[in-house]
T-cell receptor, first 120, second 111 residues
Framework: GAVVSQHPSWVICKSGTSVKIECRSL??????MFWYRQFPKQSLMLMAT?????????EQGVEKDKFLINHASLTLSTLTVTSAHPEDSSFYIC????????????????FGPGTRLLVL | SQQGEEDPQALSIQEGENATMNCSYK?????LQWYRQNSGRGLVHLIL?????REKHSGRLRVTLDTSKKSSSLLITASRAADTASYFC???????????FGQGTELSVKP
């Protein structure tokens, strides 16, 4: 159980276009989903926290208007990179917490497989 | 930076040897978690250790936690080539469950 999927797994786009990445919890409901960005050979940097039915909370330095997050249901969050530029090329990973679950499982985040974005 | 420190940054060992990775953090924690990431993939949760625990085992994995030193270690015993991956420690930042990751250790196990 606790499987998280991401779509697409990789995308190549031209500079200036927008790219939407979906994150789905397949077999559980997620109270909260998180979006991370990871550059090569680096750690994961949290971009934003996405709560179902409310606005996302962005980390310092992350542009809200550039990285649009929509958490429309308890199983789906989307990240849209608007007007993408080459410096937005990165590996984007989402994670989800299991809803209303006490103990270690409720504190564990389950990660999607990631989406590799290349902006030309 | 809120990120923890991990050392070593890279570790190369032979199959069968043990691998030890260390993680230090700066603020108090409720728990500390270890994750594994295969190249170009998502993260897999390995172990969660609570602040009132000192040691935890899962198969060939052993995690220790020293809250007085604000440090944790992950030991992989009898390593296999399939253990080759990056390993990250992470702590929960606040009640909202945000995870702050360490810099990671890139482990290479040579057959």
């Amino acid at each position: 159980g606790a499987v998280v999927s991401q779509h697409p797994s990789w995308v190549i786009c031209k500079s200036g276009t927008s790219v939407k990445i979906e994150c789905r919890s397949l077999d559980f409901q997620a109270t909260t989903m998180f979006w991370y960005r990871q550059f090569p050979k680096q750690s994961l940097m949290l971009m934003a926290t996405s709560n179902e039915g409310s606005k996302a909370t962005y980390e310092q330095g992350v542009e809200k208007d550039k990285f649009l997050i929509n958490h429309a249901s308890l199983t789906l969050s989307t990240l849209t990179v608007t007007s993408a530029h080459p410096e937005d090329s990165s590996f984007y990973i989402c994670s989800a917490r299991v809803m209303r679950l006490a103990g270690p499982r409720g504190e564990t985040q389950y990660f999607g497989p990631g989406t590799r974005l290349l902006v030309l | 930076s809120q990120q923890g420190e991990e050392d070593p940054q890279a570790l190369s060992i032979q199959e069968g040897e043990n691998a030890t990775m260390n993680c230090s953090y700066k603020t108090s924690i409720n728990n500390l978690q270890w994750y594994r990431q295969n190249s170009g993939r998502g993260l897999v949760h390995l172990i969660l250790i609570r602040s009132n625990e000192r040691e935890k085992h899962s198969g060939r994995l052993r995690v220790t936690l020293d809250t007085s030193k604000k440090s944790s270690s992950l030991l992989i015993t009898a390593s296999r080539a399939a253990d080759t991956a990056s390993y990250f420690c992470a702590r929960v930042y606040n009640q909202g469950g945000k995870l702050i990751f360490g810099q990671g250790t890139e482990l290479s196990v040579k057959p």
